[in-house]
């Protein structure tokens, strides 16, 4: 037992630094500077000390994707903080985790959406029924593991912005900007045993949920005013409501 727990530790200390191979990467990755966004100080590559992004003390790998390229301050000052604490400490966050927390706000297809136009498959879980496998598709938790990294802060902002300005429009104006992409948007369908089916004018929220990853910031500013009167008439009526 003694000597297998000596072998672990030899295991563990033998891979708490990169290799020589490793290292080149990471620098040329780093492209020659510290990552610390704070300093970003040009090094040479013999100065350079990778840190853990998830420190090797808890467990964090000796891997590329857990390394970063540091100076030497830089590295002294980070000691055992995790790569996100040592940013926030700095007043700098990480925008992966920034971008984790915008994604929670969307809905499924605005994930879906933000998928698709990065050609980015998601894959939902396989399912094994009786030797008959099929997969799911992707839960919101499952988008959301996968994006961050692929997304961008700004593109992210812009699909937020998108939603509430689309949820300040007017149904009319919601109707005109499907209108101008060539949208449909469907409204339920309902199944009357005495007029047969028919299908209801779509709500206001299903035209957001449609547009909502289509319509850009440039196309709501556009609807705001190319159809002003549509939105005066709405005033004008929601006011003798209110009479
Ligand atoms: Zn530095």
Not at 70 to 91: E, M, R
Not at 150 to 157: M, N, Q, R, S
Not at 187 to 206: C, E, F, L, R
């Amino acid at each position: 037992m003694i000597f297998w727990d000596d072998k672990y530790d030899e295991y563990r200390d033998t891979k708490r630094t990169l290799g020589i191979r490793d290292k080149q990467i990471l620098y040329d990755r780093a492209k020659g500077r510290c990552e610390n966004p704070a300093c970003r100080k040009r090094i040479s590559i013999i100065e350079m000390l990778p840190g853990h992004k998830k420190a090797w003390s808890k467990g964090g790998k000796t891997t590329l994707a857990n390394s970063v390229c540091l100076c030497y301050a830089c590295n002294k000052k980070q000691g055992t903080d995790s790569w996100a604490v040592f940013l926030k400490k700095q007043g700098y966050e990480d925008p992966k985790v920034k971008i984790k927390q915008g994604l929670e706000t969307l809905s499924i297809k605005q994930l879906k959406c933000l998928a698709d136009k990065h050609h980015t498959k998601v894959r939902g879980q396989v399912v094994d029924d009786w030797g008959d496998s099929y997969t799911t598709s992707p839960t919101k938790k499952q988008y959301i593991a996968r994006l961050p990294g692929i997304v961008t802060v700004k593109e992210l902002g812009s699909v937020v912005r998108t939603k509430q300005g689309l949820e300040t429009l007017s149904l009319k104006q919601l109707k005109y900007l499907a209108a101008k992409h060539h949208i449909k948007v469907m409204g339920q369908v309902v199944d009357d045993w005495w007029d047969g089916s028919y299908t209801i004018a779509p709500t206001k929220k299903q035209y957001i949920n449609k547009l909502s990853g289509i319509v850009t910031a440039r196309d709501l500013g556009s609807v705001r005013k190319e159809a002003p009167q549509v939105a005066k008439k709405k005033n004008r009526r929601t006011r003798s409501i209110a009479r």
